[in-house]
């Protein structure tokens, strides 16, 4: 192959040829990983082209399309991106800009981009890691269209015809041989596009994906703001509008916005260069000590903390904060384990001076929302200190061997790599599931009628409940700022429960307290639902369990005349211990579904609303989400 191309495209090839070998080879020092998530990278990269357009005031709408054979198109209209010779060799400069590895194009380097700055870095990527590749721009009254594969023109551009449109549309189906998976995740990519249309005021976003036929438009003229209330949305807030500060310094361009609820969750979304700093970094840093101060010092000058009161913390002041976080700087570091978290130390003092002053005028123009802070974050250091004790007292429960609750059916293998925990909704089923076990590598732990519900619960008054303390004791990894996910005695968490109204509350009860307190649980994937069977079908000798309505009608289906009997399992407690294994426990047959939260706005609304205290919102959702209510699909 690199003779043939040498022998069409010259020598100047030969080095677009090793920028693309170099791709291909070691995708991921370039889009970070080949799993589902450096997929969706491919996505993001091509969008990220569009944007910058947008950010040059060039472009206000972007399409994204998802297609039934997992193709994705991106169009905007944009300038379209030049066609005219390059002066480097002669070829378009939209096929140099598809073809040519960009200097700078590391993952983990990306330089700020700005209108008609470094365009491009990421679309040779793309195309490099590719099956196939058509790329159509109009421009000049023209539309042009070029073909490549994996990341080699296959066409030269075409003439062109005429069109009045503007723009460019890439096209693209990401090499199998590449990914571990092409399957593209519609949530997944809405989420990011969202986020971007809140970055990117006034800039039109859609999303279609072609597989379901869903469709969906983003477009929010108030940024920061908007995605503040957005993300309050179903919540009590504290305040009467979201708090903004936007300044820059050191050529570094700061936005801040926030606002209190009366929920015990901080949420905390930062932003640099419109990248998702999940690890957080200097930004971070930088904020929480402006905010801290600038509070402490507001507060103080309204008299409210008094000269005798202690100074609020940094803790003190996270409990019920939304919170976005957007800086825009020249040479951004991402460090840390997925390259998302902001290295740059000087971003620490340009965030912290201007919110600082930012603020310190906000709270002398606006006084009000300052009380009901201040007194906020004294009732979350009271319920930390009390939880603090709580916790202690769980695991001093841990050290003086009572640690393990009396109804944990232990597992003998003590690898947690290798083991699994049963938690499972009665004793009934519980008392099935410990016979019907593994007891090599199968730990149940049965619980008793509802969990309590810690959205309405803080951490100290969730330890005083029983069953809590008793997951927290058998999983081992602690709870809170003990937390240590490297402790958890097994790795894969199951939660097993009827297939009925009581069993999906159960479960959500379940699910709420282990996203919110412990979502590292969730993101590292040890969590499941174990999947029942809906339906016993015997024909004669033979039986087959049905997980759904699907398989019921193939069954039913295929016993023409046969003469059958379809049982109905309303609970775990109608089948026998052996069946239990044989139909939900055993690995070789049975079913578990991964949660997975692959839009955390999303499934915070999703817990909110659902188990929160307002009642009209969740009425509407239960009814408008009937289905994915009853599957529990967060
Ligand atoms: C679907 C993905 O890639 N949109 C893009 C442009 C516009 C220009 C451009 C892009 C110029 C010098 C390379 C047009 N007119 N969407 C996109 N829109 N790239 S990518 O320029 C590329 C650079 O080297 C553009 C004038 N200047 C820039």
Known sequence: ???????????????????????????????????????????????????????????????????????????????????????????????????????????????????????????????????????????????????????????????????????????????????????????????????????????????????????KEYCFDGGIRAFVQYLDKGKTSLINEPIIVTGEKDNISVEVGFQYNDSYQERLYAFANLIHTLEGGTHVTGLRSAMTRAINESARIQKILKEKDENLSGDDLKEGLTCVLSVKLANPQFEGQTKTKLGNSEVKGAVDSVLYEGLMTWFDDHPEPMRPIVEKAIRARQAREAAKRARELVRKGVMTGMSLPGKLADCSNRSPENTELYIVEGDSAGGSAKQGRDRNFQAVLPLRGKILNVEKARLDKMLGSNEIRIIIQALGCGIGDDFDLKKLRYHKIIIMTDADVDGSHISTLLLTFFYRHMPELISNGHLYLAQPPLYLVQKGKSKAYCYNEKQLREQVGESEGAKISIQRYKGLGEMNPSQLWETTMDPANRFLKRIDVEDDIAADEYFTILMGDKVEPRREFISSHAHEVRNLDV
């Open 1 to 215: 192959m690199t003779a043939k191309i040498q022998a069409e495209y010259g020598a100047e090839s030969i080095q677009v040829l090793e920028g693309l070998e170099a791709v291909r080879k070691r995708p991921g020092m370039y889009i970070g990983d080949t799993t589902t998530r450096g997929l969706h990278h491919l996505a993001y990269e091509v969008v990220d082209n569009s944007i910058d357009e947008a950010i040059g005031g060039y472009c206000t709408k972007i399409y994204v399309t998802i297609h039934p054979d997992e193709s994705i198109s991106v169009e905007d209209n944009g300038r379209g991106i030049p066609t005219e010779p390059h002066p480097s060799n002669g070829r378009p400069t939209s096929e140099v800009v598809l073809t040519v590895l960009h200097a700078g194009g590391k993952f983990d380097n990306r330089a700020y981009k700005v209108s008609g700055g470094l365009h491009g870095v990421g679309l040779s990527v793309v195309n490099a890691l590719s099956e196939w590749l058509v790329l159509t721009v109009w421009r000049d009254g023209i539309e042009k269209v070029q073909r490549f594969e994996y990341g080699l023109p296959v066409t030269d551009i075409s003439e062109g015809t005429l069109s009045d449109k503007r723009g460019t549309k890439v096209h693209y189906l990401a090499d199998k041989t590449i990914f571990d998976e092409v399957r593209h995740s519609m949530d997944t990519i809405k989420a990011r596009l969202r986020e971007l249309a809140f970055l990117n005021p006034g800039v039109s976003i859609t999303i279609e994906d072609t597989r379901v036929n869903e469709k």
